[in-house]
């Protein structure tokens, strides 16, 4: 009798012991689990620096010994014959880097002198205003490359989403591009951000402690990710720990340094070196929404070499060999064109729908890719977008307000993406 008990016991042991699995199954599943719109789970943005869309897709997908996917489409991309004029009149034509040009001039890309390259849309002074200080910065502006220096981002594109309707969201240099990425404005309008203007705190790393600008205090996406119980990161090489910053950290690269709640230590846990990504994916500690921003040498940054793509080829890479790929949305992207010359008029904004520091915008065309299990695959959107676009998706995927009217009236970018079911 005794040891029909305890069989029965025993019985009832190992039934208990699978409910309280099972129930805590549930219950941790329940913690980690997010609600999305769609089944993208883990948004990476990769933003890199100062290149136009013409000037590495501009002849996509015809290069030398290049050979495209069948169907492969065609993007809006570099007429024959285009040319800007020199102060004397003579045409300065559109041409093709070598290999021996890997490494060119740093072109003009300041608010009014992208402003006045843009000349209202005829796109035809690019080469003049950056030949005035020097005629090297005049013909790198005119330059473009393919995929004998670029190839891994052209075979991205052969294999996921690439977009050539895709704008910097305001003229100018990094800083407002780099707060319009993830604020959708720069500044204010009584005090607007237009590019020299360092944070108003350390570290500065390779920049100047000159030319503070004034803490700002209106939201970010991520204090919308904070309030939303959404985690988030910035991952930027050579920030260390916030104190021991490298002599190749670029502050002005990092927009949430120019907040209050930086000085705070709001974003204490947010913000962190880019050896830390790695870290974070290897150990499962990845937050849903990341961006990620080089050091200065491996940034793409005019004056230094295209085969700095290496960074963004190996960040991409290490994310579809790990657990988050099948979840994943990597969005590569520039913060603003750089004074390399594009083709396409940039659409200006209507007033009503300025952000609230009433900058000018678009700027000219980046380059973007959208790289996923999700993204289509050799497609070209032509849909217009801007870096606000990407606010629009975190936005719309994740359950947040808007920002301004910026990011509330851009495109979502669903274009780009296939699902088999999205959430109402």
């Known amino acids: 009798m005794r040891n029909k008990i305890e069989g029965v016991n025993s019985l009832e042991k190992s039934w208990l012991s699978i409910i309280l699995l099972y129930i805590f199954f549930i219950f941790t599943n329940s913690l980690s689990a997010l609600e999305t719109k769609s089944p993208i789970k883990y948004l990476i943005v ?9 000037s590495y897709f501009g002849t996509y997908p015809f290069a030398p010994g290049f050979k495209p996917l069948p169907g492969t489409s065609f993007v809006n991309g570099i007429p024959a ?8 009149g003579n045409p300065i034509y559109a041409y093709r880097f070598t290999k021996n040009q890997t ?18 849309g005829k796109m035809d002074k690019f080469y003049l205003v950056s030949a005035r200080k020097n005629p090297e910065k005049g013909m790198a502006a005119m330059g473009h490359y393919d995929a004998e220096t670029i190839p891994e981002y052209w075979n991205y594109a052969q ?30 309008k009584k005090d607007p951000i237009v590019g020299g203007q360092r944070p108003a705190y350390g570290p500065y790393g390779a920049d100047k402690r000159t030319n503070l600008a004034d803490p700002l205090t209106y939201p970010n996406i991520g204090d919308l990710l904070t309030e939303k119980k959404i985690s988030w990161k910035w991952y930027q090489g050579g920030f260390r720990d916030g104190a021991h910053a490298t002599h190749k950290y670029v502050a002005h690269h990092n927009p949430f340094q120019y907040f209050e709640n930086y000085r705070t230590g709001k974003y204490k846990a947010n913000l962190c070196d880019y050896d830390q990504f790695k870290k974070d ?10 961006f990620i921003k080089a050091e200065e040498g491996e940034n793409e ?25 099948k979840d994943c949305l990597v969005i590569l992207t520039f913060d603003e064109s750089g004074g390399f010359w594009d083709h396409v008029p940039p659409p200006q904004i209507a007033k009503e729908n300025l952000a609230p520091d ?27 977008y801007d870096n606000t676009s990407i606010l629009k998706f975190i936005e719309w995927n994740y359950g947040i307000r808007n920002l301004n009217a910026r990011d509330k009236n851009a495109a979502n970018l669903l274009d780009m993406l296939k699902f088999q079911t999205v959430k109402k």
């Open 46 to 54: 990769i933003c890199q620096e100062n290149r136009s869309f013409d």
């Open 81 to 88: 014959g285009s040319y800007n004029s020199d102060k004397k």
């Open 103 to 120: 490494i060119t001039a740093d072109p003009e890309h300041g608010y009014e002198t992208m402003i006045e390259a843009y000349n209202k």
């Open 159 to 188: 294999n996921y989403s690439l977009a050539d309707n895709w704008f910097q969201p305001v003229f100018g240099s990094s800083t407002p591009g780099a707060l319009y990425l993830v604020a959708a404005q720069s500044g204010t």
């Open 281 to 290: 994916l290897d150990t499962g500690k990845l937050p849903h929404v990341v």
């Open 301 to 325: 940054h005019p004056g230094s070499a295209p085969a700095e793509t290496a960074f963004s080829v190996k960040t991409i890479e290490a994310l579809k060999k790990s657990k988050y790929w």
């Open 358 to 384: 009433g900058l000018q915008g678009c700027g000219p065309r980046i380059p973007a890719l959208l790289i996923s299990p999700y993204a289509k695959r050799n497609y070209v959107s032509h849909v217009q």
